[in-house]
């Protein structure tokens, strides 16, 4: 009775709606700031009642699964090695979110010309990664593989020798800062997890 009376007068309502052009610049730049939206998360993160150790260790798994070209196993790979190194799983998912559409291909090539790079491969290759991820999926999906042997894996290939350096970089990185911050808040608020 309560929540509808509440629904009618609009007491938790927005006086304005945001216009589409508002909510796609907040897609890229978020209306509370990067600054204050990032303490946002850190805070969120700080909620999920587990050790700094693990929170930071599942973000780390997160974030170092991204730099692997299996695009759609993403947040299944990352709970499995959060899993094995003790990380919370749902930080894990969480930490996904360093791939996105914006970082994806910058990944894909920095990814790939390293992995060409320490194969000892040289000179230009034509192709796109889209009609290299659609063959892969149409290969998965109907499991005829004939084509993924010419099509897709020399592309896979180097892309998986190449995210090695970058998924133990990573993982460091964010291991570290992620746990530093989550120290640091917790000591800010007196807590001695």
């Known amino acids: 009775m309560l929540r509808e009376q509440i629904r009618e007068i609009g007491m938790f309502r927005r006086r304005e709606k945001p216009t589409i052009a508002q909510k796609i610049k907040s897609c890229f730049w978020p209306s509370i ?6 303490r946002y998360l850190l805070l969120r993160l700080n909620r999920m009642g587990s050790s700094p150790y693990s929170i930071a260790a599942g973000v780390a798994c997160g ?11 993403h947040f299944v790979l990352a709970a499995i090695t959060a899993f094995f190194c003790g990380g919370n799983i749902l930080a894990s998912a969480l930490g996904t979110a360093m791939g996105n559409p914006w970082t994806f291909p910058i990944i894909w090539v920095s990814v790939y010309y390293t992995g060409r790079w320490f194969l000892g491969e040289d000179g230009t290759v034509n192709f796109s990664f889209l009609d290299v991820f659609e063959k892969g999926m149409h290969a998965l999906v109907s499991f005829d593989f004939s084509d993924f042997v010419t099509d897709v894996w020399p592309v896979v290939w180097p892309m998986l020798v190449g995210c090695v350096p970058y998924y133990i970089v990573a993982w460091f990185i964010t291991y570290y800062v992620v746990k530093k911050a989550l120290l640091g808040l917790r000591k800010n608020k007196g807590e001695t997890k």
Do not use: C, D, E, R
């Open 63 to 73: 974030s170092a699964i991204s730099f692997t070209p299996f695009v759609g196993l």
């Open 33 to 38: 700031g990067w600054k204050k939206y990032m």
